[in-house]
């Protein structure tokens, strides 16, 4: 695939704070029009990279291009050409969602824009339109965010945790609105706290941690890279010990109490599990029994070795 192909490429991005590698020499590429997710903890270096590529941070070394421009020789065209969501936006509290917009408008003079009704019709914030902002609801406020971020009707849109705050209906409707974009050949680089999320919506995810990229794929593909085992969670206080000898077992994770099991053989491992309760074996009763196939919540948490938190 050529250069051209790509909306973002990214190469050996370093960005250290004294001792503190925050972005340890990340090389990331973005197709055009596709969703790509980054997924890491606080702290594993998403939110510097980002940053970057955005044009908001200067890396130490490492080379940029976004949209075929160079970051930051060309950062004046590319600002032009991208929308931001931040996570926590500083709004006018006394202006309402109509004003506001309206106001966003006035940075892109010569540009083609959205019109403001067609931008809150989108984020579905209709009844809201003469609400100030100081009076929206959380979820309500990150909504009117992301339509900001698409005031400039950008090539290449950027959604930090995008639907933070709000309930799973709005959630799933901001999600048909990404797809949307996506449709009119918009590309997408997104960051958030819910795997679900970005197993519905992303084209690939990069996983990062510690300041580097530790996997990158589809998110089909990094459950068959990392699994073909089925996963057997509950809730049980005394860990992973007991669980470890059971037939068919091949890996146990533990997160907050929680224990997953992967099974190469389930009907094995669940005929001991069963047995070792029904014989005392272990120490309380299995709560909240679930058995499923692998996800990309359970390849976070093997490569992670912890869960990715809201």
Same mark, same amino acid.
């Given at each position: 695939?050529?250069?051209? #192909?790509?909306?973002?490429?990214?190469?050996?991005?370093?960005?250290?704070?004294?001792?503190?590698?925050?972005?340890?020499?990340?090389? /990331?590429?973005?197709?055009?029009?596709?969703?790509?997710?980054?997924l890491?903890?606080?702290?594993?270096?998403?939110?510097?990279?980002?940053?970057?590529?955005?044009?908001?941070?200067?890396?130490?070394?490492?080379t940029?291009?976004?949209?075929?421009?160079?970051?930051?020789?060309?950062?004046?065209?590319?600002?032009?050409?991208?929308?931001?969501?931040l996570?926590?936006?500083?709004?006018?509290?006394?202006?309402?969602?109509?004003?506001?917009?309206?106001?966003?408008?006035?940075?892109?003079?010569?540009?083609?824009?959205?019109?403001?009704?067609?931008l809150?019709?989108?984020?579905?914030?209709?009844?809201?339109?003469?609400?100030?902002?100081?009076?929206?609801?959380?979820?309500?406020?990150?909504?009117?965010?992301?339509?900001?971020?698409?005031?400039?009707?950008?090539?290449?849109?950027?959604?930090?945790?995008?639907?933070?705050?709000?309930?799973?209906?709005?959630?799933?409707?901001?999600?048909?609105?990404?797809r949307?974009?996506?449709?009119?050949?918009?590309?997408?680089?997104?960051?958030?706290?819910?795997?679900?999320?970005?197993?519905?919506?992303?084209?690939?995810?990069?996983?990062?941690?510690?300041?580097r990229?530790?996997?990158?794929?589809?998110?089909?593909?990094?459950?068959?890279?990392?699994?073909?085992?089925?996963?057997?969670?509950? #809730?049980?206080?005394?860990?992973?010990?007991?669980?470890? #000898?059971?037939?068919?077992?091949?890996?146990?994770?533990?997160?907050?109490?929680?224990?997953? /099991?992967?099974?190469?053989?389930?009907?094995?491992?669940?005929?001991?599990?069963?047995?070792?309760?029904?014989?005392?074996?272990?120490?309380?009763?299995?709560?909240?029994?679930?058995?499923h196939?692998a996800?990309?919540?359970?390849?976070?948490l093997?490569?992670?070795?912890?869960? /990715?938190?809201?």
């Amino acid at each position: 695939m050529g250069n051209d #192909s790509w909306a973002i490429a990214a190469e050996d991005l370093r960005k250290y704070y004294g001792q503190t590698k925050a972005v340890d020499g990340i090389t /990331l590429r973005v197709k055009e029009g596709e969703i790509f997710g980054m997924l890491g903890p606080n702290g594993a270096g998403k939110s510097t990279t980002i940053e970057m590529i955005e044009g908001l941070r200067a890396p130490d070394s490492g080379t940029i291009t976004v949209l075929g421009l160079r970051q930051p020789q060309e950062s004046r065209a590319i600002k032009m050409r991208i929308g931001i969501q931040l996570q926590t936006t500083a709004l006018y509290p006394r202006l309402t969602v109509t004003e506001i917009l309206d106001l966003f408008h006035t940075f892109y003079r010569g540009r083609k824009t959205l019109p403001t009704d067609q931008l809150i019709e989108m984020v579905d914030l209709g009844e809201k339109r003469t609400t100030r902002s100081k009076e929206l609801s959380g979820g309500q406020r990150q909504r009117l965010s992301v339509a900001l971020a698409l005031v400039n009707d950008a090539d290449l849109v950027f959604l930090d945790e995008p639907t933070t705050g709000m309930d799973p209906q709005a959630r799933r409707q901001l999600w048909d609105v990404i797809r949307n974009l996506q449709q009119q050949g918009k590309t997408i680089l997104l960051t958030t706290h819910y795997l679900e999320e970005a197993e519905q919506l992303c084209d690939r995810v990069a996983i990062v941690d510690h300041g580097r990229i530790i996997e990158m794929g589809s998110p089909s593909e990094l459950v068959h890279r990392y699994f073909s085992e089925i996963a057997i969670s509950f #809730s049980d206080p005394a860990g992973a010990d007991p669980y470890r #000898s059971l037939d068919g077992v091949t890996h146990v994770s533990v997160e907050d109490g929680r224990v997953t /099991l992967y099974s190469s053989d389930v009907l094995h491992t669940m005929g001991g599990l069963l047995g070792r309760q029904n014989g005392g074996g272990v120490g309380t009763a299995l709560r909240d029994l679930n058995v499923h196939s692998a996800t990309l919540e359970d390849v976070f948490l093997k490569l992670t070795g912890r869960a /990715l938190r809201d």
